[in-house]
T-cell receptor, first 114, second 113 residues
């Protein structure tokens, strides 16, 4: 069975500091991994995805994530936090064989301190 | 290109009632998934429909049901509402393969009193 663990339900960073949001997954087959962002009272927006191409994936708004198979991790980073990055971030995994059934982590709320 | 549209955005029901939520996917997308989001449980998968057939189902009681029409629009229904059903219900559309991303609507926020 697949699962996703996001370490840290709340993360606070200063504006301009590095953002690091952690995600570990378990999957019995090569996974497809995603990071989504959710702003208040809105749906989820895709930040980036890994689908077995390059292990370092670049997404929107300056975010990137690196797939590390040996560590079963897919951590999300951004070199310099902006106030507009404050939101809820979700890591998700899916397998092609299960169609579009995604498994989401519990989310990490990012606060950016001015 | 229009995004995923969910209606209604907000609704209030009382225990025992039933509710129907609607989702119009992005044009050309044949897969529609439904998720329940609550502060305590996070995002939980309800079910996925692809070409009018339920392809995957999560661990929810039979009170939760859905369907998909020939134009890919989908509805989900919750019968005999309970207080614990209060949540944000998110619909997501996709091309149908797990390798592709899901595109989410803004959700229907259900409050059960």
């Amino acid at each position: 069975a697949q699962s996703v663990t996001q370490l840290g339900s709340h993360v606070s960073v200063s504006e301009g500091a590095l953002v690091l949001l952690r995600c570990n997954y378990s999957s019995s087959v090569p996974p497809y991994l995603f990071w989504y962002v959710q702003y208040p009272n809105q749906g989820l927006q895709l930040l980036l995805k890994y689908t077995s191409a390059a292990t370092l994936v670049k997404g929107i708004n300056g975010f990137e994530a690196e797939f590390k198979k040996s560590e079963t991790s897919f951590h999300l980073t951004k070199p310099s936090a902006h106030m507009s990055d404050a939101a809820e971030y979700f890591c998700a995994v899916s397998e092609a064989r299960t169609g579009n059934q995604f498994y989401f982590g519990t989310g990490t709320s990012l606060t950016v301190i001015p | 290109k229009a995004g995923v549209t969910q209606t209604p955005r907000y609704l209030i029901k009382t225990r025992g009632q039933q509710v129907t939520l609607s989702c119009s996917p992005i044009s050309g997308h044949r897969s529609v998934s439904w998720y329940q989001q609550t502060p305590g449980q996070g995002l939980q998968f309800l079910f996925e429909y692809f070409s009018e057939t339920q392809r995957n189902k999560g661990n929810f009681p039979g009170r939760f049901s859905g369907r998909q029409f020939s134009n890919s629009r989908s509805e989900m229904n919750v019968s005999t509402l309970e207080l614990g059903d209060s949540a944000l219900y998110l619909c997501a559309s996709g091309r149908g393969s797990g390798t592709g991303e899901l595109f989410f609507g803004e959700g229907s926020r259900l409050t059960v009193l």
